[in-house]
């Protein structure tokens, strides 16, 4: 079975550092494009990152990006997003989701999704 397990949200101050993780099984994230996925309350999801360790590639939305930080670990088969500069606009429950087309912010393009973890930032 393929299972994505998103880990690692909490309650962090504006300004604070978080490192949240998505643990992969049933196939190996280095031949899988990993993204990050947020929604916000009353918000529509949104992708802030993604990587493809086949590729070479990573993406950030604009709006993360000099903030956010993706990163994968072949040996625990675990993609990183590393958050630094929290702003309570970050809160939102992170999803990790997979697919082999192609590094995109875009949700129809993953078809493996992990049930999200919350990252709540307090101003």
């Known amino acids: 079975d393929v299972q994505l397990q998103a880990s690692g949200g909490g309650l962090v101050q504006a300004g604070g550092s978080l490192r949240i993780s998505c643990v992969a099984s049933?196939?190996?994230?280095?031949?899988?494009?990993i993204g990050w996925f947020r929604q916000a309350p009353g918000k529509e999801r949104e992708g802030v990152s993604c990587?493809?360790?086949?590729?070479?590639?990573?993406y950030y939305a604009h709006s993360v990006k000099d903030r956010f930080t993706i990163s994968s670990d072949n040996a625990k088969n675990t993609v990183y997003l590393q958050i630094d500069g929290l702003k309570p606009d970050d809160t939102a429950v992170y999803y990790c989701a997979a697919n082999t087309a192609g590094c995109s912010g875009v949700e129809d393009h993953y078809y493996f999704w992990g049930q999200g973890t919350l990252v709540t930032v307090s101003s």
């Open positions: 049933g196939f190996t994230v280095d031949d899988y494009v």
């Open positions: 990587i493809s360790r086949r590729d070479s590639t990573t």
